[in-house]
């Protein structure tokens, strides 16, 4: 990024990073901004939900990373408050996730408005036949390079046959109640992942484990 040339004022970002949702949106910029800093690179978000006109302002500036969500960032470029043809870096986070909820329309549309000669990052958790198609339409033949972590890519989307799975089925109320009773039942001294809907579910979780005495951290 540090290697192109200075952005002035009102030019588009280098790098667009697109996430499904607002929060996960939220939780990738303070990592840019984390890392970013350092090194003098300035980071915005873009996401739905709130007056437009800070976001504008943000733009102005010229960051040189934007994290965004499809919605929002579309409603940007067709409103000409931001424009696409220094983007050299093009990510999109959770594809999977972006085709359940309907972005596929608004992912053509933002592409379309991008250098061709971008390099392009996809990252999904499962690789269902909807999500290698986007990905087909989007890298040139020949030039995608695919990354797999945890299993063959043909396998991809399966449950792993290590883990063993359970369905407990219970009301919103009773949710906290049978995960404590689980947790004593298969507890031996070793850490135990538990995942939830959302940051803040997270942090909800672990204040009423703690209270319960378990040590959780989210």
């Not at 984390?34 to 302002?57: L, N």
């Not at 596929?104 to 379309?112: F, G, M, N, V």
């Not at 290590?162 to 049978?178: A, F, G, H, Y």
Request: charged residues 25%; glycine residues 8%.
């Amino acid at each position: 990024v540090n290697a192109q040339p200075v952005l002035s004022e009102g030019d588009g970002p280098l790098g667009i990073v697109l996430a499904p949702t607002r929060e996960l949106a939220v939780q990738i910029h303070e990592e840019c901004v984390r890392f970013g800093h350092p090194c003098g690179v300035r980071t915005a978000c873009i996401y739905g939900g709130v007056p437009k006109q800070p976001q504008v302002e943000e733009l102005r500036k010229a960051p040189e990373i934007v994290v965004a969500t499809p919605g929002r960032i579309c409603d940007m470029l067709n409103k000409r408050k931001t424009e696409l043809s220094r983007c050299t870096y093009f990510v999109i986070d959770e594809a999977d996730r972006m085709l359940d909820l309907g972005f596929e329309p608004q992912l053509r549309d933002i592409l379309k408005t991008a250098r061709a000669d971008r390099q392009t990052l996809m990252f999904s958790a499962t690789w269902p036949a909807e999500v290698q198609a986007l990905a087909a339409s989007f890298f040139r033949r020949g030039g995608a390079i695919t990354i797999e972590v945890g299993g063959a890519l043909a396998d991809a989307g399966k449950a792993n046959t290590s883990i063993s799975q359970r369905v407990l089925m219970c009301t919103e109320k009773e949710k906290m109640t049978s995960l404590v009773e689980l947790l004593e039942e298969i507890m031996d001294g070793s850490k135990i992942l538990i995942f939830a809907s959302s940051k803040r579910r997270c942090d909800e979780l672990t204040r009423e484990l703690r209270v319960d005495g378990w040590p959780a951290l989210a």
